[in-house]
Structures are given as structure tokens and as C-alpha cells.
């Protein structure tokens, strides 16, 4: 009998756990500033520059490498810039070509970071086929 004696209070506490949902955290009130346009300009093309100049210009110093390692994390930031509402086109294909252009460019800093150059040539022309892919759907006629 005794062991049943606890049941009550069990179940009290799980009817007062289940009670409990996890607050919302606070809504953080992004603002898009910049135009679609505007973020390649600023952010993705001198990135992808970057990046795409590593084989014909290695880097030749640790600071060098740290530039593209930055220019690395501004490319893959500047795919996450693109998915923010008011600036992204669409949630499916211009959505996975954001997080294409993400996963590439962080290929892109690991190779940096294991300063390897035949990697870094392979991530370039991945970046290369993301940026295309993307704008022949959404800016015709424009070549990257």
C-alpha cells in the first residue's frame, strides 16, 4: 500500500510539469537594411573574390590566411543574410541556394584553416556553380 501512497503526488507533479511550456525567447526585431543586390555587392562578391584568388595568389603568411578564413565566414554569413524575410525570394529554391552557398563557403573556411590549396581550388568552384545555379534562375543574363 505503501508504494501506491505516492502516486497522487507523482502524478501532481507531472500534471504541474506538463503545465509548464518553455517560454518563446523574445522576438529579436531584425531589420533588413540592404537589398538583395546590396548584400552581394558589400558582402558576397568581395568574399567569393577572396576565396576564388587563393589558387593563383596562395596565400604566402598566417595573415593571409586568416583574411581568407574571413572571407570565408562574411561568404557563409552572407547566405544567411539572404534567407531573412524581406530579402529572401522564395522559401524553396532561392532558400536552398542560400544554404548551398552556406555549406560551401564553410568548406571553404575549413580548407582555409588546413591551408589546403587543393581543397580551396575544389571550394571555388563549388561556390562557382552555387552563385550560377542561382543566378540563371533569378537574374538572368548576368554571369558571376
Known amino acids: 500500500m505503501r508504494r501506491f501512497a505516492s502516486w497522487p503526488a507523482a502524478a501532481a507533479a507531472l500534471l504541474m510539469l506538463a503545465g509548464c511550456t518553455p517560454q518563446e525567447p523574445p522576438s529579436i526585431p531584425f531589420r533588413v537594411v540592404a537589398t538583395s543586390k546590396e548584400v552581394m555587392n558589400a558582402i558576397t562578391i568581395p568574399a567569393s573574390d577572396v576565396i576564388w584568388s587563393v589558387p593563383g595568389e596562395p596565400p604566402a603568411s598566417d595573415e593571409a590566411w586568416l583574411a581568407v578564413e574571413h572571407a570565408a565566414l562574411a561568404l557563409a554569413e552572407s547566405g ?21 552557398l552556406i555549406d560551401a563557403a564553410q568548406a571553404a573556411l575549413e580548407a ?33
Open 112 to 144: 582555409a584553416r588546413a591551408r589546403d590549396m587543393d581543397r580551396m581550388f575544389d571550394v571555388g568552384d563549388e561556390i562557382y556553380t552555387v552563385c550560377e545555379t542561382c543566378h540563371r534562375r533569378y537574374l538572368p543574363g548576368a554571369s558571376s
Open 80 to 100: 544567411n543574410l539572404l534567407l531573412m524575410d524581406g530579402r529572401a525570394v522564395d522559401q524553396e529554391e532561392w532558400a536552398r541556394n542560400a544554404v548551398a
